[in-house]
């Protein structure tokens, strides 16, 4: 099959420059201004953040195709399918919050180097995810679909390769559990669209894993193979990162703390202020509203965001905008999974000369954010509560 692999193939017309912060250019990084991520509630594509570890593969439609096998000790199963096949399946759409593990890496490195891309606050984007799901893939092959199956009695995962150069192994592959993606409720896709056009090269073109409520290393773009295994993933992006390793792991240290813990699955619970946005100036005695978003793991909804503008001494409750508020009176819809971010807002009604704003989110499995970070070497799952001191000026512009 056709596919170009070669940094002089990046796709820079699918790139608006002036919505990012470029953090490398040779994997081509860059996160969302968080000021302009937040102007609707699902992210445009041009404004959603981009997450590479190798040259952007420029891949012919008409020839691509991705390999299903099962290959465990009680089933046995090949099937290889193009894009026309893909399409013919039930198609299904989600609206699914994607966030890279290292959101808020600068925050940890703050406290002491890490060993990562130093993203902001901009590496979370909300989109309407369409394709066929996973699960009907494996059953056509004969994955059971009833878990209750003694199929399930052992734990068993999904590894995800694609194709593609990458910079830490061969190529980029990663893991979840089966259980998961069998789970009809979590629906798990074999993507194709993004906002109701196809995917661009930078989010996998031609097609894509969606698996919400899990962090963004687990998305693999531009799918080569599924496979399901009695085993995780072996790949460097399973096994040796995206793991939240213990404080006393460093780089000269690190390899023997791989093996003993788990790969990250689902995401935390999370939130930040957008507005005001890094280096923004405020008004004294003038009327401001703070802005930003929420979000969580597993499809456990947040239920409500705190903005404390003491410090953390005292909270108040921010108005959430989300997709299960029923129209006017703000309750939730409370369903089996919330895959979404909520945005979120809130009133201060005079600026004071020395401002202080902090949020905090708070889920329905009744978790918050720690008041204060923990660093890993990776830098991975800062969820710390969010703060920031704006620059104020008086109203005639002077500091």
């Not at 990012?20 to 969302?32: G, K, V």
């Not at 979370?124 to 699960?135: D, Q, T």
């Not at 085993?231 to 096994?239: G, I």
């Not at 791989?258 to 935390?268: D, G, I, K, N, R």
């Amino acid at each position: 099959m056709p596919v170009s692999e070669s940094y002089d193939d990046e796709p820079w017309c699918d790139r608006d420059l002036n919505n990012y912060i470029i953090r490398s250019r040779e994997p081509f990084n860059a996160e969302a201004k968080v000021d302009g991520l937040i102007d609707s509630y699902i992210t445009p594509v041009n404004k959603h953040f981009r997450r590479n570890h190798g040259p952007i593969p420029n891949i012919d439609k008409d020839s691509w195709n991705v390999s299903i096998e099962v290959d465990t000790d009680e089933l046995q199963a090949n099937k290889t399918l193009d894009l026309n096949d893909i399409n013919q399946l039930p198609q299904f759409e989600v609206t699914a919050v994607l966030e890279c593990a290292g959101n808020r890496r600068d925050g940890l490195k703050a406290i002491k180097e890490v060993n990562g891309v130093t993203w902001g606050a901009g590496t979370a984007s909300n989109s309407r995810w369409g394709g066929c799901r996973l699960r009907d893939l494996l059953v056509a092959v004969g994955v059971p679909k009833d878990l209750c199956s003694k199929f399930y009695e052992k734990v068993r995962h999904v590894e995800f390769s694609a194709y593609g150069e990458a910079t830490d192994d061969k190529h980029y592959a990663s893991s979840i559990p089966l259980e998961w993606v069998m789970n009809p409720q979590n629906t798990v896709l074999v993507a194709t669209r993004m906002n109701g056009e196809a995917l661009i090269r930078d989010h996998g073109f031609p097609a894509r894993i969606v698996a919400p409520g899990i962090i963004g290393a687990r998305w693999v773009k531009w799918l080569r193979n599924i496979r399901v295994q009695d085993r995780e993933s072996d790949s460097y992006y399973q096994q040796l990162d995206y793991k939240i390793l213990p404080p006393m792991a460093t780089g000269d240290n690190c390899d023997k703390f791989w093996p003993q813990f788990p790969a990250l699955q689902e995401l935390s619970v999370q939130s930040a202020i957008c507005r005001p946005a890094p280096g923004e100036k405020l008004q004294v005695g003038r009327p401001y509203v703070v802005r930003g978003y929420a979000l969580s793991g597993a499809g456990r909804a947040v239920d409500r965001v705190e903005v404390s503008l003491d410090c953390g001494r005292t909270w108040e409750l921010a108005k959430l905008t989300s997709m299960q508020c029923s129209n006017g009176n703000g309750k939730h819809e409370w369903t089996a999974r919330h895959w979404a971010w909520v945005l979120w807002s809130f009133p201060i009604a005079s600026v004071p000369a020395r401002c202080s704003i902090s949020c905090r989110a708070w889920d329905a499995g009744g978790n918050t954010q720690p008041d204060v970070a923990v660093w890993n070497y990776r830098g991975v799952m800062n969820n710390a509560v969010f703060r920031i001191e704006p620059p104020t000026t008086a109203g005639d512009g002077k500091l």
